[in-house]
């Protein structure tokens, strides 16, 4: 058993345990059986003051793991490149897994797989990179890297699908070598670095000085890509002076007063700034991706002091919303003013398929505008994608209803 570290280790590497009567870190276990599973495992002490975990996993019951877990949060860890850790086993695959101080994640955790040779010592590095973020067996990949300054709790799985009995013997568990320091970024120089339009525009409309002193809370930061999909024309009609409250209301549109990762926002509707709603939920059945408004989430989690920013795919833009100058935004009014007219008498008339026609084309028109916004050319696919399930007249309310949302929006 390892008990000391020379100078130029120390300088390198940073003990977490080595599991010696006077180490700090004490372990306890978890297993299926908390599910109604019928795994089993205990951790003791040999006599070389290593660790072992041994005992049977069980796939009854829908069972099927074991773990051994650290019981208290462990000491801050120094900027390293990842963890090593000094293991015997018997050949099985095993998961190592970090909790991050800022990030509950329920069932599961940061995790990185490692495998083991029977019977035999084996010293394995486990970079921070490599950790990916898993709930419940969900991979959550866009949640951010894991750095050594997060880690506040470990702890080890054996999930391979396998029953039978296991056993695992560690000797020590380190974080390795030092990374360059990174030290906490301003809000402003992070999006500076990573939403550069973002800030461009808060400087534009005079909200640059607000962020800076932003100390607690949460941004959906859209992309670069994001800020690309929207209408030149609108762009050009959110710079002009006379328009800058209306710009501020969409920037504001991203910020919630309260801070919220995204796992706990998961199924939850912020309030931001601008009094709009920001829904968050699973994209899908499936879960593929989480859903942030209209869009869905690039990259989450990222903290900045008490501030949380999430990278979103979309402009968030309020329903609320309009524009009120005579700006070349006013020619979408001007079309569906001119599409009402023609519809109504052809309506009255009982030609009920003729209005639907000019409804319905009128729409695809507007649809191929480039002067709409993201949302409102989807809402508009979808409404007609309704024309196959209903008849001609009820095709011509679901057209003239979404035409007249339109035009609150750009009348």
Known sequence: MITTLTF????????????????????????????????????????????????????????????????????????????????????????????????????GGYWQSFETVDSEWKTIQLPWDNFKATSFGMDLSQLPALKAEDVSGLAIYLYDKKSGPFSLEIDYIKAYRDSPDSSPATIANY????????????????????????????????????????????????????????LQSILLSHVVSESNTVFNSIGEVLVS???????????????DFISIGAGRLVAGDVLIGGVIVHAVSDVIIPENFSLDSADS?????????????????????????????IYQNSLVKLSEFDGLIVRDRNKILDVLQQDNRVNAQEAAWIYRREIDRLLRIYG
């Open 8 to 107: 130029f280790a120390l300088l390198s590497q940073q003990l977490i345990t080595d599991f010696s009567p006077d180490s700090p870190v004490a372990w306890t276990t978890i297993h299926d059986t908390v599910m109604g599973g019928r795994s089993s495992g205990e951790i003791s002490q040999s006599s070389a003051d290593t660790l072992l975990f041994e005992g049977n996993v069980s796939l009854k019951n829908n069972g099927g793991f074991v773990s051994a877990r650290t019981v208290r949060p462990i000491q801050p860890l120094t900027q390293s490149a990842g963890i090593e850790i000094r293991v015997k086993g018997s050949g099985r695959t095993y998961q190592f897994s970090c909790n991050h101080k800022d990030i509950p994640l329920r069932g």
């Open 191 to 246: 999006l500076g670095s990573q939403h550069p339009t973002l800030l461009s525009l808060l400087e534009v409309c005079d909200l640059d000085s607000a962020v800076a002193g932003f100390d607690a809370g949460t941004i959906f930061a859209p992309t670069e890509e994001a800020f690309a999909k929207l209408p030149t024309e609108l762009v050009a009609a959110l710079l002009l002076p006379e328009n800058k409250d209306k």
């Open 273 to 287: 700034l601008s009094e709009n709603t920001i829904t968050v939920d699973w994209g899908n059945d499936n879960k």
């Open 329 to 357: 935004i006013q020619s979408i009014g001007a079309f569906l003013s001119s599409t009402i007219s023609e519809g109504v008498p052809v309506f009255n008339r009982g030609d009920v398929q003729e209005c639907a026609d």
